[in-house]
């Protein structure tokens, strides 16, 4: 594997459902982001892990949990979404605070 | 205002054409300016970054800033079709993990 990668590809829940997106990056970098894509509007961070420490914490609603094991892996916890939630989530990575890396997202469907 | 601005186009030029994407930017205390490439259903891909005024050139692609008038442009020599994508401009402000994206410019290259 190279660069970012992202499981699952699709996802499709109910709004009872708890689910979980993995991140991997395989770049040795030491800073990896979550960020929300919908339509018509610009990226939105969500979390920011620097060397597995929380760095930045936009306004998220608290049914989305991160977790950073370590400096290769990150998780977005899902848990009784709502159907605005429905977008692309994109992981991303950095070598302190240069140039990202985008794996190639999740595409979640909230019914 | 928003921090990060962008024509969401669609600009379209002729094959061959240049092509010149804009940005502006609100905050002075920005530091890093990145430039990528989304083609449609895709990730975003990192074109170019630059973090000093002036420019900066990378094969067909040319990068300029202008901090003192916050401006950050794209420009693209010898458009091609495949060039034909959404240009995202991104801003990290300075000492921070904090990067804003625009809502891109789509951009069209006709054969």
């Known amino acids: 594997e190279t660069g970012v990668t992202q499981t699952p590809r699709h996802l499709v829940m109910g709004m009872t459902n708890k689910k979980s997106l993995k991140c991997e990056q395989h770049?040795?970098?030491?800073?990896m982001y979550w960020y929300k894509q919908s339509a018509k509007k610009p990226l939105e961070l969500m979390f920011v892990?620097?060397?597995?420490?929380?760095?930045e914490n936009n306004s998220v609603p608290s049914r989305f949990s991160p977790e950073c094991p370590n400096s290769s892996h990150l998780f977005l916890h899902l848990h009784t979404l709502q159907p605005e939630d429905s977008a692309l989530y994109l992981c991303?990575?950095?070598?302190?605070?240069?140039?990202?890396?985008f794996g190639p997202g999740t595409r979640l469907t909230v019914l | 205002q928003k921090e990060v601005e962008q024509n969401s186009g669609p600009l379209s030029v002729p094959e061959g054409a240049i092509a010149s994407l804009n940005c502006t930017y609100s905050?002075?205390?920005?530091?890093?300016f990145f430039w990528y490439r989304q083609y449609s259903g895709k990730s975003p891909e990192l074109i170019m970054f630059i973090y000093s005024n002036g420019d900066k050139e990378d094969g067909r692609f040319t990068a300029q800033l202008n901090k003192a008038s916050q401006y950050v442009s794209l420009l693209i020599r010898d458009s091609q079709p495949s060039d034909s994508a959404t240009y995202l401009c991104a801003v990290r402000t300075s000492g921070t993990y904090k990067y804003i994206f625009g809502t891109g410019t789509r951009l069209k290259v006709l054969a």
């Open positions: 892990y620097s060397l597995e420490e929380r760095v």
């Open positions: 905050d002075r205390g920005s530091q890093s």
């Open positions: 770049l040795g970098h030491n800073a």
């Open positions: 991303a990575s950095s070598q302190e605070r240069n140039e990202q890396f």
